[in-house]
Each structure stands twice: as structure tokens, then as C-alpha cells.
């Protein structure tokens, strides 16, 4: 039982989007340097590392995960990318692969602009030297509030009319706009309280009196809603990205009372080294070295001599291996791409979920101790509730619900929010059984 859980990889052409999914997947994206090198959305799977279950429970010899892996109790579990087609400046009207584009993040519940921190690529993908990139995540940002306030803006004269003949709630005027990007109700009205919150909008409920700016204003605050930001700021080992790693970090310090600049925080800045976790990657798929991603170095021949299980490295592969070192591991910690999946499942909240058909030794068969523990685990969104878990594994366990129970046969609430940790292990009984 996989996530349903969508990370959409973003960003201008060129900028590494490809490399980075293929870091931190098996997919194998095209990858070049030139425009639209990605036309269709390539898939692929990373994987979200949590504590397993299985340890504290004394059943990790029997946890044997359906997707994914269980390592001495850490479990990785699925996580859906999309590299999506280049986006240029003018997306938002139709240039370049911008509608297409544009289409494809309605799926996605996290965005993660790949950002060129090298200034070797321009505002179009193509190559550059001396590029400034401080305004990259500021421009996409903008294409993509561009397009979503056109398309509201084009019917907001008839929405305000039908809002106040019918006396609706704002709120869900707003949400029947921008359902159509894959939103919730609680979503939008997370934005509207943010706006009043931080004075951005005085009239809130009374939609004929907001003016164009406070649309727009809005706007930017439901992105901010709808699509947490993670920023991949990659190919930091390459010449001058130094100085403009420092540059885009100051731009997006945190301010006291102020609203995400361009959905973003210093916070949700990752620096990361794509290729370089590629080519690590690679290494470990031939046995010249011992990496695990997210490790802060590697071990080769060189290194210990006693893992006889690895081969000699020649003199070319020993040198980039020496700068990655240098370069990355050594100086950022890692090559950071693990802890952009990260971030990312953490920017939403996700629970982790484990469902099982016996809270005694938590397998597939209450009868069996020896069945496979642990078997399937779930993201859910925070808030969701058990019968909503039920819902979402099989319309036939909501029809046929008949209560739910968690460990130490703790009866659950139908409508009992999931928390990790306290009922997140859960024992679904069905009228069928």
C-alpha cells in the first residue's frame, strides 16, 4: 500500500530537476542542458525514513514492509515525485511549456523548486556565466500565483454576485474557486485566517467589498496554504555558488510578523549536491564504496582496506570521489537530497499510519505469530480521522465498518483524530468478518 502522497519537482529548465529526482529515486529522467530536456512528467519513488514500530513492539524480525524497507527499525517509506516540464518566465501566459506545466501541479501536495545556485543557467535554461539566481524562486513563484489569479480574477464579478444573492460563507465561495487546484475547505480557510490574522484584508467575510489587490493577496496567502515550499538549492559545489547560496539565504531570513516571503523561509532552504549523490549512488551499484544517502562520507578500499567485498578505485573515479568529499559531504553534512524528502513530508504533517488485522502481533492473521509484521504503512494528512482512514483504504471498510481498535485493545472513535505514536496503529473490524 503505497502514499498517495505527491511531491512535484519545479523549476526552469536546466536546473537540475531531473538529476535531483533521479538522485533520490530510480527513475532515470533525461537529463541535459538545454531547454525542455523534460517534456513529459517523469515519475519516480523516494523514500520518507521514520521510526518504525516494529522494535518497540519486539516484533522486527517479522516486519517485512509490502513498499519499501525496515533497516534496525527505520522504515522508508514511499513517496510519489514528479518532474515536471521546464518552466520559463511567461508560463502564466502560455509561453514556453507553461500550461502544461502549470496543469501538472494540481496533483502535487508539495512543490520543491530546484534552484541553479551556480548561476551557470539564465532565467531560460540556457547556459550562462555569471548568472545572478537570487530572483529564481521569486519568478516561479510568481508565474504560478500569475496563473491562479488570472483564472479567479476572469470570474470574480459573477462569484461576487452569486455569493451575495445566495448569503454564503466566504469560505466556501473561495473553495468552490479553487477546488480545481486540488484544495480543501480547511485549506482556504486556513488562508482566510491568516490574512485577517496578519491584516492583509480588513473586509474578510464581505467579498464585494475586497478590491483587486486584496484578491491578489489572498491569492498569495492560499498558495502559501496549498503548496508548502521546499527549496532545493543545488549544484552547490560548482564555482561562485558560494555567494549566491548567501545572497538567496539573506533574502529569505526570517522576518518577525511577516507573511512567507514568496512561500518561502531560510527554514525551507536546502542545499543540495544532485549529481554528486548520483554519481554516489552509482558507485555503491558497482562496489566501489559504502554509502548509505544521507550519510555525512563514504568508505572505500582506501578507506579500510578489511572490505575486501568492495573493488579498486581507479585514479579518475578516486578524484571526484575525493572532491565530493571535499566539496559536499565534508563541508554541507551530506549531499542533502534526502533531506529535502524530508522537509517536505514534515512541511505538511503527514501521520504515519500502520494498518494490521491483529493488535497482538500486528500481522496479516490474528492466529499466526510467525505472519509478516507490519506490512503496510500509510501517510495521512493531520486531522484525519479513523472512519476517514477507513474510507481511504477501501470504500468497502467504510460501508462495512463496525469499529476500530488500537494497541491494547483500545477501542477507537470513528471520528478519533490519528496521532503518531498514540493510535496510529490501527485494527479495522468490518459486519463482513
Not at 509561453?95 to 496533483?107: A, P, S
Not at 534526502?338 to 503527514?350: L, M, N, P, S, T
Request: with cysteine; hydrophobic share 40%.
Amino acid at each position: 500500500m503505497s502514499s498517495s502522497f505527491v511531491v512535484a519537482c519545479v523549476g526552469k529548465p536546466s536546473a537540475g530537476k531531473s538529476s535531483f529526482l533521479n538522485a533520490v529515486t530510480d527513475a532515470a529522467a533525461k537529463v541535459g542542458s538545454f531547454p525542455f530536456t523534460t517534456i513529459e512528467p517523469n515519475q519516480g519513488v523516494a523514500y520518507y525514513p521514520l521510526e518504525c514500530p516494529c522494535v518497540k513492539h519486539g516484533v522486527s524480525k517479522q516486519c517485512k514492509p509490502r513498499y519499501g524497507w525496515c533497516k534496525e527499525g527505520r522504515r522508508f517509506v514511499p513517496v510519489r515525485l514528479l518532474d515536471v516540464a521546464g518552466l520559463v518566465p511567461g508560463a502564466s501566459e502560455g509561453r514556453g511549456l507553461g500550461n502544461r506545466f502549470l496543469d501538472d501541479l494540481r496533483q502535487a501536495d508539495v512543490l520543491i523548486p530546484v534552484v541553479d545556485a551556480s548561476g551557470t543557467t539564465d532565467d531560460n535554461g540556457r547556459e550562462a556565466k555569471g548568472y545572478d539566481p537570487v530572483g529564481d524562486i521569486q519568478w516561479l513563484r510568481s508565474e504560478i500565483e500569475a496563473w491562479v489569479f488570472g483564472n479567479v480574477e476572469r470570474r470574480w464579478p459573477g462569484v461576487v454576485r452569486r455569493h451575495t444573492a445566495t448569503k454564503a460563507p466566504a469560505v466556501d465561495t473561495l473553495h468552490a474557486q479553487l477546488a480545481g487546484y486540488g484544495t480543501t475547505r480547511d485549506v482556504v480557510q486556513r488562508a482566510l485566517d491568516t490574512v485577517v490574522r496578519t491584516q492583509l484584508i480588513e473586509a474578510r467575510d464581505n467579498l464585494s467589498q475586497w478590491s483587486t489587490d486584496d484578491l491578489r493577496r489572498f491569492v498569495g496567502v492560499f498558495l502559501d496554504q496549498r503548496f508548502p515550499t521546499i527549496v532545493a538549492l543545488n549544484k552547490i559545489d560548482m564555482p561562485d555558488a558560494d555567494k549566491n547560496i548567501a545572497a538567496i539565504l539573506k533574502r529569505y531570513r526570517k522576518q518577525p510578523n511577516v507573511v512567507l516571503r514568496d512561500g518561502v523561509s531560510e527554514d525551507n532552504i536546502v542545499l543540495t549536491s544532485a549529481l554528486s549523490e548520483c554519481f554516489l549512488r552509482r558507485m555503491v551499484k558497482q562496489r566501489f564504496i559504502s554509502y548509505t544517502t544521507g550519510d555525512d562520507d563514504f568508505v572505500s578500499l582506501d578507506d579500510d582496506p578489511a572490505l575486501t567485498e568492495l573493488r579498486e578505485l581507479d585514479d579518475k573515479a578516486r578524484r571526484r570521489l575525493d572532491n565530493i568529499r571535499d566539496l559536499v559531504l565534508f563541508r554541507y553534512g551530506s549531499t542533502g537530497v534526502q533531506d529535502v524528502i524530508v522537509r517536505a513530508v514534515e512541511a505538511v504533517g503527514f501521520v504515519p499510519v500502520f494498518p494490521v488485522k491483529s493488535v497482538v502481533n500486528f500481522g496479516a492473521s490474528s492466529s499466526d505469530s510467525s505472519s509478516a509484521a507490519f506490512q503496510d504503512c500509510v501517510l495521512v494528512r493531520p486531522g484525519t480521522t479513523v472512519r476517514e482512514f477507513a474510507r481511504k483504504m477501501h470504500n468497502q471498510l467504510d460501508v462495512n465498518y463496525a469499529g476500530a481498535e488500537t494497541v491494547g485493545g483500545l477501542q477507537l472513535a470513528e471520528d478519533d483524530a490519528i496521532v503518531a505514536g498514540k493510535n496510529n496503529i490501527i485494527k479495522i473490524a468490518t459486519t463482513a468478518q
